[in-house]
Each structure stands twice: as C-alpha cells, then as structure tokens.
T-cell receptor
Framework: NAGVTQTPKFQVLKTGQSMTLQCAQD?????MSWYRQDPGMGLRLIHY???????DQGEVPNGYNVSRSTTEDFPLRLLSAAPSQTSVYFC????????????FGEGSRLTVL | AQSVTQPDIHITVSEGASLELRCNYS??????LFWYVQSPGQGLQLLLK??????LVQGIKGFEAEFKRSQSSFNLRKPSVHWSDAAEYFC???????????FGTGTRLQVFP
C-alpha cells in the first residue's frame, strides 16, 4: 500500500523556472492538501481540495497553482520560482477532511537559486 | 480565522521524566484539535485528536492530551518520556465549518539519557 507518494524528493531550480511537484494517493481520499515547512514557521497550508474539480486557497497560496482532475492526483505548480519558495513541501490526504487523519507524503525538498 | 500557538520552540527532558507540550488555539466555533509528530526527515504522523466528548483523549505511544475550552488549550502530556520520543511535535486546529487544518510552529523535543 503506497499511501501518499510525492515526486521528486529533491529539486534545484533557478529563479524564474517553472516546475510541478507531483502528489498521488491510492487510498481514495477526497481531501488533499499541500503544505510548506520552513524553520521556525511550522507547516503552512498552500492549497487544498475537497474533491475532484474543487480547489481552494490556504494560508500562503501566492506563487502556486493547483488542479484536481482526478481523486488520486493533486499536483502543485510553481510558474516562476523565487528564492522565497525554497522549502520542504508536504502533500497530505484524508478520507474525512474535517475530522479525519491526514496522511502525509515523505516531502519534497526544493531549492531555488 | 483559526490559529495555533505553540509557545515552546525547544524542550529538553531527561529520559523517564514527565512531559507537557503546550498548545493554545483560536477558533470561533467548536474546534477539532490534533497533535502530530514528525521524526527527522519524515512526514507527520497523527498522535491523537479531539472532536467532542471526553476532554481527555488518549493517543498512540502513551501520549494523552486535555482539551480546556476556558483556556483555549490542548496540551500534550506523557508521564514518562523515552529516548525514541525525541522529535518535533505539531498542534493543529480545524473545525466543523472549515476545510482548513492549520498547524502551529512546532516544539522540538530533545531527550537526554
């Protein structure tokens, strides 16, 4: 049982480049979300989705786009990377988005030069 | 908007000592409260959660937490800490009228033998 799978695990970008962080879950969870983790800042919610075709902004959405065309996948897009987006990114999913346990991926470490 | 405060950035305890990690939340309605643990280089794992009912909740690994509405707190406790408990601990708040789960900044626990 794979759970929540994030790719890539590590990525280095130059300022202005674009990229997509992939997230897939095989638990048929309706709810999926993206967080970024920075030292001293904890986890901050970027975007979330309560089902296919439905997405919404979290605490720090600027500079990031998401879409949810299937239940399984929830990619996070950086259209023009900035050094401030250097972070560790976590995807998480839940079967009950308000009361359920969030299952986290192992994280993707992104460095923007 | 909901928010979480974890006032202790770093706590050091001796193995076998008791532990209490503090969490204060802000939320306009009845909160849903969670504690997660993150081992180095890993994603987060749920320790326990509170939605309603008994204000003292039991979790995995011998942890418990008590919800105190009057103090807007949800402190995590363990009577006897083991070296394997060294990790970072995050408190999070959600609720019945929000799809967002907001995390605190975390408390890093160090355990001395």
């Amino acid at each position: 049982n794979a759970g929540v799978t994030q790719t890539p695990k590590f990525q280095v970008l130059k300022t202005g480049q674009s990229m997509t962080l992939q997230c897939a879950q095989d638990m048929n969870h309706e709810y999926m979300s993206w967080y970024r983790q920075d030292p001293g800042m904890g986890l901050r919610l970027i975007h979330y989705s309560v089902g296919a075709g439905i997405t919404d902004q979290g605490e720090v959405p600027n500079g990031y786009n998401v879409s949810r065309s299937t239940t399984e996948d929830f990619p996070l897009r950086l259209l023009s990377a900035a050094p401030s987006q250097t972070s560790v990114y976590f995807c998480a999913s839940s079967y009950g988005h308000r009361t359920g346990e969030l299952f986290f991926g192992e994280g993707s470490r992104l460095t923007v030069l | 908007a909901q928010s979480v405060t974890q006032p202790d950035i770093h706590i050091t305890v001796s193995e076998g000592a008791s532990l209490e990690l503090r969490c204060n939340y802000s939320y306009g309605a009845t909160p849903y409260l969670f504690w997660y643990v993150q081992s180095p280089g890993q994603g987060l794992q749920l320790l326990l959660k509170y939605f309603s009912g008994d204000t003292l909740v039991q979790g995995i690994k011998g942890f418990e937490a008590e919800f105190k509405r009057s103090q807007s707190s949800f402190n995590l406790r363990k009577p006897s800490v083991h070296w394997s408990d060294a990790a970072e601990y995050f408190c999070a708040v959600g609720g019945g009228d929000t799809d967002k789960l907001i995390f605190g900044t975390g408390t890093r626990l160090q355990v001395f033998p």
